[in-house]
Nanobody, 126 residues
Framework: QVQLVHSGGGLAQAGSSLRLSCTAS??????????MGWFRQAPGKEREFVAALGWSAGASYYADFIKGRFTISRDNAKNTAYLQMNNLKPEDTAIYYC?????????????????WGQGTQVTVSA
C-alpha cells in the first residue's frame, strides 16, 4: 500500500512562509507515473483544491485564492512533492493534504486522486 507522508506543517505568523513536503514511501510506487496535487480542509468546511501539477513540463494549476502566493513542485528523484506557501494569511489555516492521480484524471476533483497523505496542520496567526 502506497503511503504519502507529510512533513513541514505547523504554526506560522501572517506574512511568513512554510514549505510542505509529501514523500511516497513505497519504493515500488513509480512516483513519476502520477501527477500530484494539494488540497486543504478548514474546520467546518469542505475539502478544497489548492494546487496541482500537470503532465506537461512546467504545467501547474492553482486555486484563485492562491493569487501567486503558493508554488507546487516535485522532485522525482526524491519521490517528493512540495507546496511552498508564502505570504500566509490566517484564512490559510487548514489541514493540507497531498494526493496523487494517474494519467487521464482531472486535477481539480478530489475524487480523481488515487492516493492521499494523512494531512498536515497549518495554523496561521494574525
Amino acid at each position: 500500500q502506497v503511503q504519502l507522508v507529510h512533513s513541514g506543517g505547523g504554526l506560522a505568523q501572517a506574512g511568513s512562509s512554510l514549505r510542505l513536503s509529501c514523500t511516497a514511501s513505497d519504493h515500488i510506487f513509480t512516483f513519476s507515473n502520477y501527477a500530484m496535487g494539494w488540497f486543504r480542509q478548514a474546520p467546518g468546511k469542505e475539502r478544497e483544491f489548492v494546487a496541482a501539477l500537470g503532465w506537461s513540463a512546467g504545467a501547474s494549476y492553482y486555486a484563485d485564492f492562491i493569487k501567486g502566493r503558493f508554488t507546487i513542485s516535485r522532485d522525482n528523484a526524491k519521490n517528493t512533492a512540495y507546496l511552498q506557501m508564502n505570504n500566509l494569511k490566517p484564512e490559510d489555516t487548514a489541514i493540507y493534504y497531498c494526493a496523487a492521480r494517474s494519467r487521464g484524471r482531472r486535477y481539480l476533483y478530489a475524487n480523481d486522486y488515487l492516493y492521499w497523505g494523512q494531512g498536515t496542520q497549518v495554523t496561521v496567526s494574525a
